[in-house]
């Protein structure tokens, strides 16, 4: 009579456990896969203890405490890739608008209309013609913002 109520309670555990596993989260059932191994793991280094294998059981100790370490790092963060930021046209965020305006360009100016505004900005605002740098980086950059470059 006992085999019986415990092949049933047995059955039960692994129904719980089936329909457990069927209704969980991807990332929390790989979270618990993942403490069941350390935790596999650990019973392994008791038993070869048990067994009086202390070099064996060393090995498994270093192994498990090794993995609980890159398992918390992992939980914790610092082995996740940081996301990559978006590209922006320029590293002062200049926009499209922005960048017409300081040439002078209406929207739809062609790629020659823009060398040509640059090139005649350019000269007369070059540090070397009594411009200054900052004139003179920004009107590069807005070439660059509407060209693409």
Known sequence: MVPIVLGVILLVALLFLLRTYLDANPHDLALAFRWGGIVLLGLLTLGLLF??????????ATVTIAAYVFLRARLAGWFVPKPARPRRASRTGMSRKEALDVLGLA????????????????????????????????INEARDVLLGT
């Open 51 to 60: 067994l009086r294998r202390p070099s064996l059981a060393l090995i498994a």
């Open 107 to 138: 929207e739809g100016a062609t790629e020659d209309d823009i060398r040509a505004a640059h090139h005649r900005l350019m000269q007369q605002t070059h540090p070397d013609r009594g411009g200054t740098d900052y004139l003179a980086a920004k």
